[in-house]
């Protein structure tokens, strides 16, 4: 049984919303708490597979990504990080 049966979508969101709040840096917990909060529920599964991978990328990383305007890497590129970004000018 794979990891995306075993866990049911409202455990996944619920599990992604407090890995957001609590990534390992004040700004990122807050950009991210929020964002989780207001926008994973409309996302697909595999736009949440995304989010996951760019949880795993780092809080520092995502910082540089979404905030200091620093390029990601084309697998980061997507839906997901523009959400993110718009966000955080929101």
Known sequence: MNEQTAESRETRLRRLVYQSS?????????LLGRFAKVHLHGLTDDELGQYEALLDAGDDRIYAWVVA????????ENRVLDLIKEFKND
Not at 22 to 30: A, P, Q
Not at 69 to 76: K, R
């Open 22 to 30: 609590y990534t390992g840096m004040k700004e990122t917990d807050l």
């Open 69 to 76: 305007g620093e390029p990601a890497p084309q697998v980061h």
